[in-house]
């Protein structure tokens, strides 16, 4: 129940923390949110010698427009992310995705940005941040930064693009303004991680489906996006048989985990089914 | 920041049946909490435990000399060094003389049995520095083969405890031919095979943690000339007496208080190994110490529940009438025999049969050890596991012979006018009525509705199918009479004490041997004494859970606080009437047999002299006239033993959707109608009913302790075991049918169990219901979405419902005796 | 050790911490506010839910350090000018607990549901509360509890109680 003995800093710059970074090394752990961190050094599964807060950089905090795309600080909370109206309108999938992660008390602690550098498999935010053809801005050392496509964001389980002595910082989403979306999460129980989620999000043009996008959750070590499904769902009519069609092989090539919630075959049947669902839904259908 | 009651109490009805608001609430919803982990005491250290991480393992060394030198680490105790103090943790219920049963010691000297025993105890100055240091302690084992599978333990090829040379604990029998009590189970079994019914079947009760809310917690102080603890327990009393018979400390010398107890659901009707370990540390440091466990650590330490598998064969005539009923139950105790451990399925011994006619019927248990956690009393204890297996039975019955699931339990079950009923198992259901349940429970349910509907969602082959579960269960509370525990080999008494003291002032003091920790005895037994003494509801406080206060108890579990404890206080409250009568008829110079007591006051017959009874407390406490050679004392204390158990029972209906696509099951409607006899406070007995019925369908949706290959518990946080949230349950609908229990002054049959043993069968009933036109019927609990859809997706690859074979038999190799097979839903 | 300085249910507090405390931890140990509870070490049970700055948190899944300039809403410091809130009074009323375990945290969140939506749907509280494990309700009171409480914080809920005390 309580961590080990560890340092604190409370950077108040970008450049603070990234030079602590560089400082400590392999001894630091960032905290963001601290929904995820916390009960790991709670239950001593971790034990940094030094806890570098950025909880006090307001460079990291906020959404706002930059032209055709959103631009979500690191340190934005689930709740932040929930309450704006320019999410809302320009990225829903990613609003619909938020809100069903964890519980009220964890989306107002827990941050977007620690939760893609976290890279739970299960985690929800992954799935969307990839279909939603997401950037990464990634701080290193000497100011520098470097943007990584979603696609090469995510390296395996826990494991991203952001290498030692880096900071995520941002991230940036190309708007998708009058996409519909929805996020199919499958739990048993409401405050589980997901079993298996599909996050999709689509243009209808005249009744059919201009363009698709479509990430798994749990489907692999990484959220996947499901390029072949997307396109094959290009110009379909928002049916449920055509849709069905266009998924049935989106499991394909997946290599989804076994645990006591399913086996990797019923996930495998699940992401199928739950893509059908949430492209229907997302289509408005 | 008072509660404000806008219900002015009428005082001129009854008490009882009032839906007062709790006296327990005002602290707990303010935060004026006294939990054992609150509780700070000069000088006082706090103990961090090391517990082993095998499975099964002897310890060949231990070196603490690093953690010894950690900040703020005062000693660093090995079950070595306790040895001699410590105790033992004992099994009351030995269910018979041959059982074999391991020593379990608090603190393991040389062999751990399951993961999370304790090997070392840490104190210091902060529990985080305890921690810190307990992270330090070096121990070295060597691990031995764990047995980890009940079926294997059966085999007795890989030994939980080499040295016992067996893993089998005992078994024991209840014969309906043997003790005369009915027929020849084996004759009805033959008979049906040739031209009846045979259902035979194997359920499996799974593995369930109680997970009460507040983790355990243990204060001991040894300063004082009695030795007090304080700990976060169902069972006080039983604790003291535990602690004096195996520690060497005299009983006398021993204080138990249970404060403010967050739970416990059999989970907290323990006598643990941190509070022994907890005890023997501040007595060796002379200082007060506190431990309260982790989360994670209540999960692999506490006790769990169930645990079984249950082969059943039931006979019946063609057109569905029962004939006989053999149960076989393998019973995993886990590591050692709990407290009352191997007698929990044995609490199923009378309730197989449940509310059905039965001829004849065998019960037989054996009880195996397994390197796992062990294993004792949850919510229900023996019942569930009965009325799960009979109720569900009665489904595959009706599906055989073709009707609805509530004909054949009409077609069987003991009509109202059949009471007292003597069952085939030998007891005396003494009141019930079953139709009369079974009717408003079906309307308040809009059954025929429900049933159309599942016919056209059936029809239009929808995805999304609905079933419809029953179960009409009863059970057996208020353990118990001390004779029948005596008979069964278990090493207490099941009487209830109280004493009521009648303050001078006039407020009354009840002292309860029951020990509470949820369920409202303040309020309730205030209503009791209210109504019996006619003293305002306000004016009685009721005091217990301290072995100070409340010498004498056996404490709460089984449903028997009300039953057995609130029937102690009337009988005490009737001893204080028949005393205060006499000093009335000295006052008021009539003679005895004159005096009436009503609502309080004692008159005299034909008169309207009257005294009060604060004004009787007055004099008898003042002592200044009273009858002559009368003790200056109207307070009276009584000990209350049951004659029999009581029996409530009820019908309840569910309602469940599965998604034929994904296996998800949500719950459309729960109605429940119970018959638990006189109702004290309604409010108190729907929260009581909601929590149940949330735990019994938790059982069968959600919950299960799963372990791994090495004998780790998979399912150790709340993360993976899986509790129920608002989010996931609905909104229920409760009612009553009263018929009073004749062995008890009130007429009640108790509450706390029936929500948690009635619902698991409803709820997969329903489930198999919704899917068995798949040629599904059965499916594992818990009826995790996988299953479903499994079950779902494996039934449809068979013939359908009316093309299949007779039900098969035990012993000729059917699937159905493979546990893996079964319980995927493979088809009958 | 760290310095930080906190105000608890409107008492100011500067101490000096392990920047390993816990919120909680804090709370209970350090300033004797023991009417927080811990009940789990994953924050799945929502126990230890408290208000920081006016919002919900899991107290166990935030450093003392991190509630540093910040402030912090117990059970304890809920009830003002003598009175109980309304989700207090509601869960006396509706029989929304039994041992009380998770009281403190399932109230604490519960002003919170009502806080951001004043006249929630069942489903919108059953949701607003899935970080809170009950193990003795079943939630049925509990909901019942929030749905009163929210009638009696609406303007026509205060006005016809106040018609009631006048």
Redesign the interface.
């Known amino acids: 129940m309580i961590p080990a003995q560890f340092d604190y800093l409370a950077p108040t710059s970008v450049a603070d923390a990234v030079a602590a970074l560089a400082e400590h090394g392999d001894e630091a752990k960032v905290l963001a949110g601290g929904q995820s961190l916390l009960p790991i050094l709670r239950m001593r599964l971790n034990a940094p010698g030094v806890v570098i807060d950025l909880g006090r950089i307001p460079e990291l905090q906020g959404i706002s427009e930059d032209g055709d795309h959103l631009v979500i600080g690191a340190m934005t909370t689930y709740a932040a992310v929930l309450a704006s109206e320019s999410v809302g309108a320009h990225a829903a999938l990613l609003s619909k995705a938020v809100a069903t992660v964890a519980d009220p008390q964890i989306r107002h602690r827990g941050t977007v940005g620690g939760a893609l550098v976290h890279a739970d498999p299960a985690g929800d935010v992954g799935a969307p941040a990839l279909a939603l053809g997401a950037e990464l801005v990634i701080a290193g050392a000497d100011g520098s930064t470097r943007t990584v496509a979603a696609e090469d964001f995510f390296e395996d389980l826990f494991t991203t693009a952001v290498g030692e002595g880096e900071l995520l910082t941002q991230i940036r989403i190309p708007k998708h303004t009058g996409w519909g979306a929805h996020y199919e999460k499958f739990v048993r129980v409401s405050h589980q991680w997901s079993i298996v989620g599909v996050a999709a999000t689509v243009r209808s043009e005249g009744g059919s489906i201009a363009e698709a996008r479509v990430g798994l959750t749990n489907m692999g070590s990484t959220p996947l996006r499901a390029r072949s499904v997307e396109e094959a769902l290009v110009g379909q009519p928002a049916t449920d048989e055509a849709v069905r069609a266009a998924v049935a092989s989106v499991a394909e090539g997946t290599n989804p985990p076994s645990d006591l919630n399913g086996d990797a075959d019923y996930r495998k049947h699940l992401a199928t089914v739950l893509t059908r669902r949430a492209v229907l839904a997302a289509a408005g259908a | 920041m008072t509660i404000t009651e806008d219900r002015a109490a009428d005082a001129a009805t009854p008490e009882i049946g009032k839906a007062r608001r709790r006296k327990e609430d005002q602290r707990l919803i303010t935060g004026r909490t006294r939990w054992t982990d609150n509780i700070q005491l000069p000088g006082m250290l706090h103990l961090a435990m090391v517990r082993s991480p095998f499975a099964h393992a002897t310890i060949s060394a231990i070196d603490a000399s690093e953690a010894k030198g950690s900040s703020g680490v005062v000693a660093i105790f090995t079950g070595e060094d306790l040895k001699d103090i410590q105790g033992v943790n004992i099994t009351a219920w030995p269910v018979s003389a041959e059982q074999k049963s391991p020593d379990h010691l608090p603190v393991a000297v040389s062999h751990v049995a399951h993961a999370g025993e304790i090997v070392a105890v840490v104190a210091a100055r902060t529990a985080a520095e305890a921690r810190d240091a307990a992270e330090l302690v070096d121990v070295d084992y060597d691990e031995l083969p764990a047995v980890l599978d009940l079926k294997k333990a059966a085999t007795d090829e890989v030994l939980a405890h080499p040295a016992l040379g067996t893993n089998t604990s005992a078994t024991w029998q209840l014969d309906s031919a043997g003790q005369g009590s009915g027929g020849d189970v084996e004759e009805a079994i033959a008979t049906a095979r040739e031209g009846g019914i045979l259902i035979e079947r194997e359920y499996r009760q799974q593995r369930l943690i109680p997970a009460f809310m507040e983790p355990r917690s243990t204060v001991v102080d040894p300063t004082g000339e009695q030795v007090t603890m304080w700990s976060a327990t169902q069972v006080p009393h039983v604790l003291r007496f535990c602690i004096a018979a195996t520690t060497g400390l005299p009983e006398s010398k021993i204080r138990v208080v249970a404060p403010d107890v967050g739970g416990g659901f059999g989970g907290k009707l323990q006598t643990t190994p941190e509070e022994f370990a907890t005890l023997a540390v501040a007595r060796k440091l002379g200082k007060p110490v506190k431990y309260t466990e982790t989360r994670s650590e209540t999960m692999v330490s506490g006790h769990h529940g169930r645990d079984q598998w249950q082969k059943l064969t039931l006979a019946a005539e063609k057109d569905g009438r029962v004939t006989g009923l053999k149960v076989e139950l393998m019973a995993d105790l886990g590591a050692y025999a709990a407290l009352v451990g191997g007698g929990v399925p044995v609490l199923g011994a009378w309730m197989f049969n449940s509310i059905y006619k039965f001829a004849s019927y065998q019960f037989n248990v054996t009880n195996y050890y397994t390197n796992k956690t062990w294993v004792d009393a949850y919510r229900g204890a023996g019942r569930p596991e009965a009325t799960y297996a009979i109720e569900r039975l009665m489904d595959e019955l009706a599906a055989e012979v073709g009707v609805d699931p509530l004909e054949i339990r009409e077609k069987n079950w003991i009509t109202h006018d059949e009471f007292p009923f003597t069952t085939v198992a030998g007891m005396t259901y003494d009141s019930g009525n079953y139709e009369a349940a079974t009717a408003k429970a079906k309307e308040l349910f809009g059954y025929d509705e429900l049933r159309a509907e599942q016919k056209r969602r059936r029809e239009s082959n929808d995805p999304v199918q609905l079933g419809i579960g029953v179960s009409t269960f009863t059970e057996m509370c208020g353990l118990a009479p001390s004779r029948i525990l005596g008979a069964l080999n278990y090493g207490a008494g099941g009487w209830e004490s109280a004493s009521i003291r009648m303050l001078a002032t006039g407020t009354v003091e009840v002292i309860t041997g029951v020990s509470p920790h949820g369920q409202g005895h303040e309020t309730a037994w205030s209503q009791i004494v209210a109504d019996r003494l006619g003293v305002p509801f306000e004016n009685v406080e009721v005091l217990h859970g301290d072995t100070q206060i409340s010498p004498k108890g056996m404490d709460t579990y089984g449903s028997r606080s009300l039953v057995v404890g609130a029937e102690a206080v009337v009988r005490a409250a009737d001893k204080v009437i028949e005393k205060a009568k006499v000093v009335a008829a000295h006052l008021l110079e009539a003679s005895i047999d004159d005096i009436e007591f009503n609502a309080g006051t004692f008159g005299v017959k034909g008169t309207d002299k009257g005294i009060s009874m604060p004004e009787i407390a007055l004099a008898a406490w003042t002592g200044h006239n009273l009858p002559d050679g009368m003790e200056p004392s109207i307070d009276a204390d009584a000990t209350f033993d049951p004659d029999n158990f009581s029996f409530p029972h009820g019908t309840h209906l569910c309602a469940m959707e599965v998604d034929t696509e994904t296996g998800a099951t949500s719950m459309r409607k729960y109605v429940c109608v119970d018959d638990i006899g006189t109702i004290i406070n309604p409010l108190i007995v729907e929260g009581q009913v909601h929590g149940g019925l949330v735990q019994g369908i938790a059982q069968a949706l959600w919950e299960g302790a799963e372990y791994d290959e090495q004998g780790t518990l998979v399912t150790g946080s709340f993360v993976d075991y899986t509790l129920p949230t608002s989010a996931d349950t609905i909104s229920f609908i409760t009612d009553h049918t009263t018929s009073p229990s004749t062995y008890n002054t009130l007429g009640t049959k108790g509450v706390g169990e029936a929500g948690a043993i009635a619902s698991t069968p409803a709820v997969v009933n329903a489930i198999v219901d919704a899917v068995r036109q798949f040629g599904v019927n059965d499916i594992l609990m818990p009826c995790t979405p996988e299953r479903v859809w499994k079950a779902i997706a494996k039934g449809r690859s068979v013939p359908g419902e009316g093309e299949r074979d007779a039900a098969p038999h035990f012993d000729e190799g059917v699937p159905n005796q493979d546990p893996g097979a079964a319980n995927d839903g493979s088809q009958a | 050790m760290?310095r930080i300085k906190v105000t608890v249910d409107g008492v100011s507090y500067s101490d000096e911490v392990?920047?390993?405390t816990?919120l909680v931890?804090y709370l209970?140990e350090g300033l004797g506010?023991?009417?927080?509870?811990?009940?789990?070490?994953?924050?799945?049970?929502?126990?230890c839910?408290v208000h920081l700055d006016g919002?919900?948190?899991?107290s166990?899944?935030?450093?003392a350090?991190?509630a540093d300039g910040h402030e912090v809403t117990?059970?304890?410091g809920?009830?003002e000018n003598?009175?109980?809130h309304p989700v207090?009074?509601a869960?006396?009323?509706c029989?929304a607990?039994?041992?009380?375990?998770?009281?403190?945290g399932m109230?604490m969140?519960a002003c919170?549901?009502l806080k951001n939506n004043p006249d929630p749907s069942?489903q919108e509280?059953?949701?607003?509360?899935?970080?809170?494990?009950?193990?003795?309700?079943?939630?049925?009171?509990?909901?019942?509890a929030v749905q009163q409480a929210a009638g009696a914080m609406s303007p026509a809920g205060s006005a016809s109680s106040q018609a009631?005390s006048s």
């Open positions: 760290t392990e920047p390993r816990l931890q209970r506010k023991t009417g927080t509870v811990v009940g789990c070490d994953t924050s799945n049970c929502g126990a839910t919002t919900s948190v899991k166990c899944n935030v450093l350090v991190q117990t059970i304890e809920l009830a003598g009175e109980l207090q009074q869960f006396h009323e029989h607990l039994q041992c009380g375990y998770c009281t403190p109230i969140q919170d549901v069942e509280i059953r949701e607003g509360l899935e970080g809170n494990l009950c193990r003795c309700t079943g939630y049925h009171n509990i909901v019942k009631v």
